[in-house]
């Protein structure tokens, strides 16, 4: 190969060009042969009208070049050409000059070949670095041609290939170049995928001092951005662990999943994590893009109360990170550009529902809403930033370059602020619940209260009542029979120990059966209760002690100490009976009355128990009742007698 001389603007014109005519016979037939020479000619015109291209001259080159617009571009869509074959077809390939900034084949499932001269017009040897500035290409194979068409360099590298095949330990690819003094050094790049899915291909050509300082700032630049995602990661860890609040975990794996994806994405991960699983690093990035979808559907979900706002929308935002995420797993049988074919698009549609949704939400009044659609927007708009500096929309600066690392951070910062306040807001909210169930079970309390009070008086009262029924009669309400046994038991055993005598008696209706017979059993209770209340008026000393012993038989316990005393009192009550006038046409005295045995005691050993007590008394009544009724008859139990 002869050498090149330098042209103008410092600039060393190409040995080749458009083969302007091969080209065109791969897309024209000729039907005659007046039909070729017309090709031949008319390709000739084409090939002497286009301007010759020309090696950049690396001498007075600025510190970092974009190289993206000054390459030539073949594409090699059966993937036929080796460097061997590309070197000795070069005059005849189809070669076009770069009109993109930045490059980017995205889906394609051909090769790519690039081409550039560097010329060193200086008397001393140069050496630049050339940069491929996207981590994530799959193969990148790189040839420095001299000036006789010879190899003289070769690399094999690219993201399917260990991270030490790379000619510099950098997250991207860098190629240092070696310039002889006085010569030319063509470089040849293929660029191939696994299936057909190209990144973007920012191609810089730089000074190892340009190289050191943009090294530098990124690195400055990463340790910011991904020690304050880190930072963040483990506070909100550390709080979830206090006080066991979920939107903090939902948080902290959101931004978890979104550390791993921007540290894989960036070339960090491969070159520091797992530099020897090339395999696995290209399947962690689509995977870690589907998991970060459902962590964001889940965490803004939560974030936003979507469940109870808007359970529609959640359930969308749940269906599309779900397509996300099933769009990821052909990446475990090596299948990608199918994968980002769908997931861009679902990613689009989860963005725009997160920024309506947060929008809606906004406009209804919800702070945390607001707080959400701004950190969104953030976001947003610095990979819009980033993307468009990529596709070459926009210049190349530290704005656009780190755009997608402001605005995540600005976001998570944002996020973790506004995280703080609804955990302050729900602890407000709870608090206030637990004012108010402390109120109300108050209130409760004091009302259950009130009502064990009512209850416990009524139970009480209840209880007096059953304690009065099972201690007396229900109709006359005197003391029944059993407390006739109870009562003067104790009392026979207290006159005994005292010495006192004791006067009891036995009362009988007289002729009753009759008089139930002819006025009725209802008018036979009513003289039951009227003799009842009329014991009660008479015999009411503190001593006296009245019973209904069974049917119209009644016990009386007088509280007196002489036969004579108890005589006068029953006589007296026998005259009240008669003188209440209630007719009894049974009766030979024509109203009711009463006839009683009355038994004095003093002799104990004579009645030791209250049955032998009652025994003397009821013989007693029934004599008076032989003696014509209405009428008292009395014993007295002496001692000696």
């Not at 060393?12 to 070729?36: E, Q, W």
């Not at 491929?132 to 399917?160: F, I, S």
């Not at 009683?596 to 013989?619: H, I, K, S, W």
């Amino acid at each position: 190969m002869p050498a090149w001389p330098v042209g103008k603007a410092g600039r060393v014109p190409l040995s080749y060009g458009y083969d302007a005519g091969a080209h065109l016979t791969r897309h024209t037939s000729p039907f005659s042969s007046v039909a070729s020479r017309l090709c031949w000619a008319l390709a000739l015109l084409c090939l002497l009208a286009l301007p010759a291209q020309a090696a950049i001259e690396v001498t007075g080159m600025p510190g970092e070049l974009n190289l993206g617009p000054r390459v030539a571009v073949l594409e090699d869509p059966d993937r036929e050409l080796d460097i061997a074959s590309l070197l000795a077809r070069r005059d005849r390939l189809p070669w076009r000059a770069s009109d993109q900034d930045t490059l980017n084949f995205s889906f394609s499932s051909s090769a790519w070949w690039l081409e550039v001269d560097l010329a060193n017009a200086s008397a001393a040897p140069e050496r630049r670095l050339l940069e491929l500035a996207m981590p994530l290409h799959d193969y990148l194979d790189a040839w420095l041609v001299d000036e006789r068409g010879e190899v003289v360099q070769a690399w094999q590298t690219g993201n399917r290939r260990d991270f030490d095949s790379r000619p510099v330990a950098h997250r991207t690819f860098v190629l240092p170049i070696a310039l002889p003094p006085g010569e030319t050094r063509r470089v040849i790049l293929r660029l191939d995928t696994h299936d057909g899915l190209y990144d973007a291909t920012p191609l810089y050509l730089m000074d190892d001092a340009s190289f050191l300082a943009k090294t530098q700032r990124e690195l400055m630049a990463f340790s910011l951005y991904f020690g304050a995602l880190l930072a963040l990661l483990i506070y909100n860890l550390l709080l979830y662990v206090a006080t066991r609040e979920r939107p903090l975990l939902l948080y902290v794996i959101y931004l978890g999943t979104f550390f791993v994806l921007m540290f894989a994405a960036r070339g960090f991960a491969f070159q520091y994590w797992w530099p020897t699983l090339p395999t696995f690093n290209n399947q962690m990035i689509p995977l870690n893009i589907g998991l970060f979808a459902i962590t964001l559907a889940i965490f803004s979900s939560n974030y936003l109360s979507l469940q109870r706002q808007a359970p529609g929308v959640a359930r969308a935002l749940y269906g599309v990170a779900g397509v996300c995420l099933a769009s990821a797993l052909p990446a475990l049988l090596g299948h990608y550009a199918p994968i980002f074919r769908l997931m861009i698009p679902a990613a689009i549609v989860l963005s725009t529902l997160l920024l309506g949704v947060a929008a809606w939400l906004s406009w209804r009044g919800d702070v945390l809403a607001r707080i959400f659609l701004v950190a969104w927007s953030v976001l947003l708009v610095g990979v819009s930033l980033y993307f468009l500096r990529v596709a070459g929309v926009l210049p190349y600066n530290a704005v656009t370059e780190y755009a997608v690392q402001a605005g995540s951070g600005l976001e998570f910062l944002m996020l973790a602020l506004g995280l703080a306040w609804k955990i302050n807001r729900l602890k407000n909210e709870k608090l206030a619940a637990e004012r108010a169930t402390h109120e109300m079970q108050r209130t409760l309390n004091q009302q259950l209260e009130a009502q064990v009070r009512a209850r416990t008086s009524d139970l009480e009262a209840a209880n007096r009542q059953l304690v009065a029924l099972s201690r007396t009669d229900p109709l006359t309400g005197l003391l029944n029979r059993r407390q006739f046994h109870a009562l003067v038991d104790d009392e026979l055993q207290r006159r005994r120990r005292h010495g006192r005598p004791l006067l009891f008696a036995v009362m009988d209706i007289d002729a009753f059966k009759a008089y139930n017979d002819t006025y009725g059993h209802q008018a036979g209770d009513e003289v039951l209760v009227r003799v009842a209340a009329l014991l009660e008026r008479h015999f009411r000393r503190a001593g006296d002690r009245l019973f209904r012993l069974g049917g119209e038989e009644f016990g009386l316990m007088l509280e007196a100490d002489t036969l004579a005393a108890g005589l006068q009192a029953l006589e007296q009550f026998r005259a009240a009976i008669e003188g209440l006038g209630i007719p009894h046409a049974g009766s030979g005295h024509g109203v009711v009355t009463a006839s009683f045995g009355l038994v004095a005691c003093e002799d104990f050993d004579r009645v030791p128990d209250t049955q032998a007590l009652y025994v003397q008394a009821d013989q007693a009544m029934y004599e008076a009742k032989g003696r014509e009724r209405n009428r008292i008859v009395t014993r007295h139990l002496a001692f000696g007698a």
